[in-house]
């Protein structure tokens, strides 16, 4: 077995997990509005014992009633959601997996609305602009906080919990007393390193009188809050040794507050197991076993940190969203099967703050365990046409329900522009998915077809039960003067490799796609100027990956020209309106390329619907947005037919 580490068993506390694979918390928005776990909440994680992960861990759960931070937050304030977290560890533990829940008041990360109570901190000190300010918690009422979390613990224990996990990390409650930065008190829990640590020893032991060693006790720490002031790596080993002193059996070693969240859900750009360096330096301060995280997406990294000692358990957060059977294809070779995650953050994270369940762009069926994938009553003859994700990912839900379904592409390449989007500094993991789409279509037996153009006649020869309409997107051309001269280069050709740019480039359009664009040719040591409409650049790109790619900008020198309205184009430069109505100007450049975005590109429009046939158009071909909704359209398109 490659992964012999990986799969030996390890002993945490009073807790025997089969192997070193963890699904830690993370908020899924799947819990019942009354604080219970819903039945898709069961599903979710049954799924992910299912796929061999030997330790679940149970999103962040709330302790105390004043504290909920979201509306779909699961409670364990009262005895009301035992019952459903039963559900959860019988179903986990029917599959050999063990089960942990992890404990927390959000503090000065809640939502004083969702809370209906002011939210709640060391000090008052809001977490960044725009958060409520806490209210600093009385001296008494820090007592009375300790007592709710073994309240919490007991209830877990009740529910069939083997380990209860205390969220000490990413400037919640307790993190906002452990760390300098925020913790600003003159009582018995501010000042000194012993009195910041008195909340959390507290805590712990009370959690151990409660739950008398019958559940492990692992606490999630912080390796480096990433902001000045904060703790570093050294205050965390230091913390660390201190948690293990007072009782703590095991530590979960995350990164960062949410002020720096690039450094906790680290976008595509970041390398994978971006911490380990981090927590190398915590493992050689105790002796209890300590899990990574940190967005580890293959086992292969994962089985040298252990092996070498450099950690006993391994976290995989997003990868355990899409692929929550991983560590099964691991077991039995079979890793060319994997559906990677390439730290999109669309469906997840995203999805996680406005409050709504998650989803996954890889892994459509993120949200759905609960139904499973419905054989079909009648197997149809199915006709996709267009071989980017969304054709894809039609095609193999489709042909895995029983459909007979041929996929066409009128290139010599699947993957459409989101192979493109995998050529930008930073973003190669997005051909991982590339390839996972192709396996899983050629797996369930779909015929590809590719350099086929398909009209209306090929269409009507062919005789299809149903047709998915996946045919993307082109590059935008709007109505602009010199816009289609056939000197300016459009992006997508310049990321293909069908034409080459000059040294001197001009790029139009500084939205994500122009951005990614000029750092392509930043790093490849272009002299790059990107102009753009709006008052910044790259104002639709997710924040934690504009942090990155404002990096490449200065790292390649990338200058801006912005709130610039493109009015003419020509072979050297553009002319363009500033708000003020004064025109401009640019010249001199080798080379301009066109990278203002996309347009839906739909070839058949109304034409058949004409033939009476089951049409579905999804992705780009309905209108160009997010990859995600391109899958969740494919997704839902192909459980129809």
């Not at 000090?123 to 806490?134: C, E, H, Q």
């Not at 739909?602 to 089951?614: H, I, K, R, V």
Request: charge should be negative; aromatic fraction near 8%; hydrophobic fraction near 40%.
């Amino acid at each position: 077995m490659k992964f012999r580490t990986m799969f030996s068993p390890i002993q945490v506390g009073p807790m025997t997990v089969k192997n070193r694979f963890v699904v830690p918390p993370m908020g899924n928005n799947f819990a019942n509005t009354d604080g219970t776990w819903s039945d898709q909440s069961v599903a979710y994680y049954a799924e992910r014992a299912k796929g061999q992960f030997g330790l679940i861990t149970i999103e962040a759960t709330v302790v105390h009633n004043n504290a909920k931070g979201g509306p779909r937050k699961p409670c364990l304030y009262d005895d009301n959601s035992i019952e459903s977290l039963k559900k959860i560890t019988d179903a986990c533990h029917a599959e050999g997996a063990k089960v942990s829940i992890q404990l927390q008041n959000a503090g000065p990360e809640g939502n004083a609305v969702n809370a209906g109570a002011p939210i709640v901190a060391a000090s008052a000190i809001p977490s960044v602009y725009g958060k409520d300010t806490p209210v600093e918690v009385p001296t008494e009422t820090v007592y009375e906080l300790v007592k709710g979390y073994g309240d919490a613990a007991e209830r877990a224990m009740k529910g069939g919990a083997d380990a209860v996990e205390i969220h000490m990390a990413h400037g919640y409650l307790v993190n906002s007393f452990i760390s300098p930065r925020t913790n600003k008190r003159t009582d018995e829990f501010g000042g000194n390193f012993e009195n910041r640590m008195r909340f959390p020893r507290l805590i712990v032991e009370e959690v151990k009188r409660r739950v008398g060693g019958k559940v492990a006790i692992l606490a999630r720490i912080n390796s480096s809050d990433e902001v000045e002031g904060g703790d570093d790596v050294h205050d965390s080993a230091a913390i660390a040794a201190y948690l293990e002193d007072c009782g703590v059996e095991g530590l979960h070693v995350s990164r960062a507050v949410h002020i720096k969240d690039e450094y906790m859900w680290a976008p595509t750009a970041v390398h994978a197991g971006f911490s380990a360096d981090l927590v190398t330096e915590i493992k050689k301060a105790v002796s209890i076993p300590v899990i990574t995280v940190g967005r580890y997406t293959e086992p292969y990294f994962a089985e040298l940190m252990v092996r070498e000692g450099r950690a006993d358990l391994v976290a995989f957060g997003r990868q355990s969203l899409a692929d929550p059977r991983m560590p099964e294809k691991a077991m039995n070779d079979k890793l060319e099967d994997m559906f990677p995650c390439i730290a999109c953050l669309q469906g997840c994270v995203a999805n996680m703050y406005k409050g709504e369940p998650i989803c996954c762009l890889v892994n459509p069926f993120l949200g759905h365990e609960a139904e499973g994938l419905k054989k079909a009553e009648k197997s149809k003859k199915v006709m996709v046409i267009g071989g980017g994700v969304a054709g894809m990912c039609a095609a193999f839900i489709a042909a895995e329900r029983g459909h007979d379904v041929s996929l066409y592409e009128s290139t010599d390449r699947l993957g459409g522009n989101m192979r493109l989007a995998a050529y930008p500094p930073g973003k190669g993991d997005i051909t991982n998915m590339i390839r996972s789409y192709i396996v899983r279509c050629e797996k369930a037996g779909v015929k590809i077809h590719k350099n086929t153009t398909v009209d209306l006649d090929f269409v009507k020869a062919e005789k299809p039960d149903a047709v998915i309409v996946s045919t993307g997107s082109r590059t935008l051309i709007l109505p602009i003067e010199g816009i289609d001269n056939p000197a300016i280069i459009h992006g997508s050709d310049l990321l293909d490799g069908k034409r080459a740019a000059g040294k001197k480039v001009l790029v139009v359009g500084g939205g994500m796609v122009g951005c990614e664009t000029a750092a392509f040719l930043g790093e490849q040591e272009h002299d790059v100027t990107v102009i753009e409409f709006r008052d910044t650049v790259g104002a639709d790109v997710i924040h934690e990956h504009r942090v990155f790619l404002m990096e490449d900008f200065k790292n390649y020198d990338i200058k801006q020209i912005t709130n610039a309205k493109v009015c003419k184009f020509y072979e050297d430069g553009v002319a363009y309106e500033s708000p003020d109505g004064t025109m401009h100007e640019v010249r001199g450049f080798d080379s301009v390329v066109l990278s203002m975005g996309f347009r839906n590109y739909n070839p058949f429009a109304e034409q058949l619907e004409e033939l009476g046939q089951e049409v579905y158009v999804i992705g780009d071909a309905t209108r160009a947005r997010r990859a995600l909704d391109a899958t969740k359209e494919a997704y839902a398109a192909a459980i129809q037919i």
